[in-house]
């Protein structure tokens, strides 16, 4: 009921650590509604919708999606991904990368003081992540500094990090949230961030806004930051409500009880397409960081023939799922990448809708009997499996009934079973006992993705939950994340998707789109790949339009 | 009466430790870890040794007649530990701050019922297959098969979108810092106005349905007859006669309500948008947030015990005939 879709369709959450960068990219403006211009003006309120509440207000402890939506407005890193998805400095005035790909030196900017008035300066990066590799720290990111040799302060506003080998995801891995050492010091020593104030009363960051109030499962509320080292950002007071039920969320949208709120693909297409709502709010569309995809248990013998895997991309209508489960509002996947991004490839193979080729690659892997039922028969054995998916995930129910149909014309017999989420993962998922399974992945803005698809990730609790193995797809793993050059980072990556693509090692159905809509009188929202987020404290309300006279 | 109530309170700490254990065991049943959900699920970026760490910290490493004992012995003295959410909280924070609001609203709604099902009841009996009667039923059928959440819905479609006159959902409006004192408490109240009329729909059609029994089968008794046949105005023989009796199976019904006023309703609370208990407690099993489960537990069972014996003692009061019995019985 609180947690995401995303959660209950079992998708898992590679999560993006950097701030601000939420999950979004490739956008279009619904071209109905215009965008308005207006003169930027200082004041209003913003009030948008969160379906969870937060769990807390150290983002560095934490790991859920409202947590982290809140936390981007209260805190910096170093570097963050710009509008098109490429890392800029943020924090950082500049950084500088040794040829060997060793040494990463960042100049600070000067200009940077905490929301209580303090500099910000290098002790603080060098305490940030002291605290993010110490094992006192419950943190789902320290991993992500292992192949750090020593982080030094070579001056207050001078950063030099050394790695122990070269490592692709080095200077993203520096995007991770600032902490204020000269508050958090010895709660870090402690490891006890988790207990301090500033994580329920007070966080002090250095973003654009500052901290008011957070009622649990009420409401949180922060304020603009008049220091903000970008300018004082326009927006002068963000309420964030808490509204678990997205019915709700919807009716106070209709009654302009939020200014802000993410739509389901349901309300964005057929209800909301009125001219009273079209005139109030401004609809956007993008490509979100999460792909549906049928998981096959490769250890299981008729599953680890590729042509049975080929014939099932074949046989499943990718067009029809998205169009009847999404009414549309999603991309075909051809692979674990989004289009649009610098990674993605698109001259691989694909697989358009075709059961006869399907029936074809059955027939060449030994399925060539059928039995008087009208299934295919291999060694008197029927072909027949269990498809699990999460309970509570309408999507997913809908994906897997189309699969089941459309399988079911290609003579193999598919049982639906639907399981409660945390059984799924532990009893099924976990113990690799599955046939198969409909889940969702999702992905960062840096391609690695070593520990979905490398051969050496098969234990328990590790990704590669199908027990893929492919030598060559390790070694372009394996290279892939071992250089700082993005040019020769691209070449291991298109290739990659292209063997996946070949392989087809589950079956990629579709990216969804995520459904934002924003009060129209909000202005300077500029859609980009990474979504309308990244540049909040440049929205603006012209004076003649603003709702809440008051802050 | 004090030594039947002493023995009764006695016997409820074994029951109350048998509760707990056994509800302690259900819930480490469930699949999945409160460290899967801190750990952020699967994130790549987690590591096994974060999880080992956390089990660490929580204690959920020890075998689970330890991890019992421990809960159990520090709930002795009133400790019922942080939670295992990341804000690590104490537990009784976590409770108090969500329990005023869902208090004020099940204390509100109850009383509603009260004071409209009593008459209700009474009336449908006494006019039993009138007009009345039948338009009263046909509304109690209506109030059991109607949904909390389509109700829920249709009310804010009506008096929130078409309407505009009250708040969707929520407790304060986003400007409410700013409003004077008189307009925030008209603020607040109007926002409970739909939640409350919600949850006070389905209580209604139940309760006054009690009522009407009761009633039916009080008025059908020898003494109603007696007392009619002496002359005393029907006034007085339903009023005081038939009711008081009529009134003794509602204490058992309103005393075993008394723990639900904590506990709060999930799905008003989630589809209003309202910080209670119940997305406390829902959110709390999602998360598998074992101190929170159990220190809820504990409360509602506790109260669940004491409204028992608070009915058995009221109606012992209400009705001489079982303090009677009681004294005999001891002799």
């Not at chain 2, 019904?253 to 639900?260: A, E, I, K, N, Y």
Request: with cysteine; hydrophobic share 45%; aromatic share 10%.
């Amino acid at each position: 009921m609180n947690r995401g879709d995303l959660l209950r369709l079992g998708g898992l959450l590679l999560l993006v650590v950097l701030a601000g960068c939420g999950s979004e990219a490739d956008t279009v403006v619904d071209a109905g509604a215009g965008q308005g211009g207006g003169k930027p003006a200082y004041g209003d309120t913003y009030v948008e919708a969160l379906q969870g509440n937060i769990s807390g207000l150290i983002p560095n402890v934490l790991s859920d999606g409202p947590s982290f939506e809140v936390a981007s407005l209260l805190y910096n890193g170093l570097v963050k991904y710009d509008k098109d998805l490429i890392l800029k400095p943020e924090l950082a005035e500049s950084w500088q990368y040794s040829r060997d790909c060793l040494d990463l030196t960042f100049k600070l900017r000067r200009d940077v003081r905490w929301h209580d008035g303090q500099p910000f300066t290098a002790a603080d990066v060098v305490f940030t992540y002291e605290t993010m590799i110490s094992p006192r720290t419950p943190t789902a990111y320290g991993s992500d500094f292992k192949s750090v040799d020593s982080v030094q302060a070579v001056d207050p506003y001078t950063v030099h990090v050394r790695y122990k080998h070269p490592t692709a995801k080095a200077l993203q891995s520096w995007g991770i949230w600032m902490l204020p050492k000269h508050l958090l010091e010895e709660a870090a020593r402690e490891g006890k961030l988790r207990e301090a104030p500033q994580n329920r009363t007070n966080p002090v960051g250095t973003g654009p806004y500052l901290f008011k109030e957070w009622k649990s499962g009420e409401k949180v509320v922060l304020v603009a930051n008049p220091n903000y080292f970008e300018g004082r950002p326009y927006i002068s007071r963000v309420v964030y409500r808490i509204i678990p039920s997205s019915a709700t969320t919807f009716l106070e949208l209709k009654a302009k009880g939020v200014d802000g709120a993410k739509l389901t693909a349901l309300q964005f297409k057929r209800q909301t397409e009125y001219p009273a709502f079209r005139k109030a709010y401004t609809k956007y569309q993008y490509a979100a960081n999460v792909y549906v995809y049928l998981g096959l248990n490769l250890r299981d013998p008729r599953f680890a023939d590729r042509r049975v895997r080929q014939a099932f991309a074949y046989a499943i209508n990718k067009r029809e799922i998205i169009e009847g489960v999404r009414l549309g509002l999603a991309r075909e996947a051809t692979g674990p990448y989004k289009p649009g991004t610098w990674q993605y490839n698109a001259n691989v193979h694909q697989y358009p809708f075709d059961p006869a080729k399907a029936r074809a690659l059955l027939a060449s892997a030994g399925w060539t009997a059928t039995d008087s039922d009208g299934f295919l028969v291999k060694n008197g054995q029927r072909f027949k499996f269990d498809l699990l998916l999460a309970q509570g995930s309408d999507e997913g129910r809908k994906v897997s009934e189309i699969i089941q149909s459309s399988f079911k014309d290609l003579g193999v017999q598919v049982e639906i079973r639907v399981i409660e989420w945390a059984a799924l993962l532990k009893d099924f998922i976990k113990k690799r006992n599955f046939e198969a399974v409909i889940l969702a992945w999702g992905i960062t803005p840096d391609p690695d993705q070593y520990d979905i698809w490398h051969s050496s990730k098969t234990s328990p609790d590790e990704l590669n939950r199908i027990g893929y193995a492919n030598a060559e797809v390790d070694d372009l793993l394996e290279k892939g994340r071992g250089t700082c050059v993005e040019a020769e980072r691209k070449k291991y990556y298109d290739r990659l998707q292209e063997v996946l693509a070949e392989d087809q090692p589950i079956v990629f159905l579709y990216f969804r789109d995520g459904l934002p809509v924003v009060s129209s009188r909000v202005r300077g929202i500029v859609p980009a790949p990474i979504g309308i987020n990244y540049n909040f404290n440049e929205w603006f309300v012209p004076l003649n339009l603003h709702r809440y006279t008051a802050g | 009466m004090f030594g039947y109530a002493l023995r009764r309170l006695i016997l409820a700490i074994p029951l109350l430790i048998g509760i707990t254990f056994i509800s302690f065991l259900v819930i480490h049943l469930a699949p999945g870890e409160p460290v899967e959900t801190t750990v952020g699920e699967s994130s790549t970026q987690s590591d096994a040794k974060l999880r080992e760490r956390l089990r660490e910290i929580y204690g959920l490493d020890k075998p689970l007649h330890v991890q019992y004992w421990n809960w159990v012995t520090r709930l002795a003295r009133l400790d019922f530990g942080r939670s295992f959410s990341p804000d690590a909280r104490p537990v009784l924070q976590k409770i108090g701050e969500r329990l005023p609001i869902t208090l004020l609203l099940n204390i509100v709604e109850l009383l509603i019922i009260v004071t409209l099902a009593i008459p209700i009841g009474v009336l449908s009996a006494t006019r039993q297959y009138s007009t009345f009667d039948k338009i009263t039923t046909v509304f109690v059928f209506v109030g059991f098969a109607t949904p909390d959440f389509w109700l829920a819905l249709m009310l804010m479609i009506l008096f929130g979108v078409q309407l505009g006159w009250l708040p969707i959902s929520g407790l304060r409006s986003p400007t409410w810092e700013y409003l004077a004192f008189w307009p925030q408490q008209w603020d607040f109240l109007a926002h409970l106005v739909l939640p409350i009329l919600v949850a006070t729909f389905g209580g209604l059609a139940g309760f006054s349905r009690y009522m009407r029994q009761s009633m039916l089968e009080v008025v059908r008794q020898d003494y109603i007859q007696s007392a009619r046949a002496k002359g005393l105005p029907e006034r007085v023989v339903i009023g005081k006669h038939a009711l008081r009796n009529a009134l003794l199976p509602i204490v058992t019904v309103l005393g075993l309500s008394l723990p639900g006023l904590i506990g709060g309703s999930v799905i008003v609370e989630s589809i209003f948008a309202i910080p209670g208990m119940g997305q406390l407690m829902v959110q709390a099993v999602f998360e598998r947030d074992y101190p929170v489960i159990m220190g809820n537990l504990v409360i509602v069972a506790t109260l669940t015990l004491v409204a028992n014996l608070i009915a058995d003692l009221t109606y012992s009061l209400v009705d001489p005939r079982i303090r009677v019995a009681a004294r005999r019985g001891r002799r």
